[in-house]
């Protein structure tokens, strides 16, 4: 963990630290295992890989790579390196308990710095996109995200579509409060679960906070599959 707070984002990284890393990680993958070595043209292409994958993944840092290999690295199954091969590595890295922790002390120390300067509307979405690619979670950042963005988002998924999340969410909401106080078994956490119904029932409360994270990881989804193209993010791979 030390070594990860004390480093640069890759982002951060001269282009030149970066190919001198790729190229290390390579040729001691290729010697370790005995793979064949790659060509020119598959050489280049995983440059070209790895620099979308750092544009994608702004959370990564040098020491997260060799962090990875050190626990999960394989002989790769077609005897040569591939993007396939690092991106399987770096999906098991990203869900274990490790890098979960790594992550989870982050945003928690980043919700602990005043900014000096607030941030625009893009850049909270920039950094929740990135976090949800990370993660797969919402980072709401207490609603900052979404009502910095909230034309942007009626306007990329459409009013129909907000209006069917809004519902959907509303009535699942309600039926769970139903059924929670139904299994009661106290009169105070009832009265608690009558006040969480009133709320849904007038869209505030968790029902608010639910149909929020819900438009936005739609976006980032349809964002991602390539379904639309929202010009306030990253290209999608």
Known sequence: MDCWVNSKFVSEET????ISFIESLCNNLNGYFGLSKATDDEYE???TWFFAFFKENRLIKLCDLER???LYKTKPELNKLTADYFQGLFDK???SDERREIIKRYQNSIQMIPEKTEKTGSEYLKDCYYSYIETGEIHYNSGKVFDRNANLIVAYIGTQQCHNIVKYITDKTISEIEEEISMAK???????LMDELKSAH???GRVKVAW???MLKTLFDS???GKIIVNELPAAR
Do not use: C, D, V, W
């Open 68 to 70: 990875m290999f050190y």
């Open 202 to 204: 007038n869209g505030i």
């Open 212 to 214: 929020r994270k819900l």
């Open 15 to 18: 282009p030149e630290t970066a």
């Open 45 to 47: 292409y995983l440059l």
């Open 93 to 95: 890295y990203k869900q």
């Open 186 to 192: 106290n009169s105070a956490r009832r009265n608690e």
């Open 223 to 225: 964002h991602k599959s």
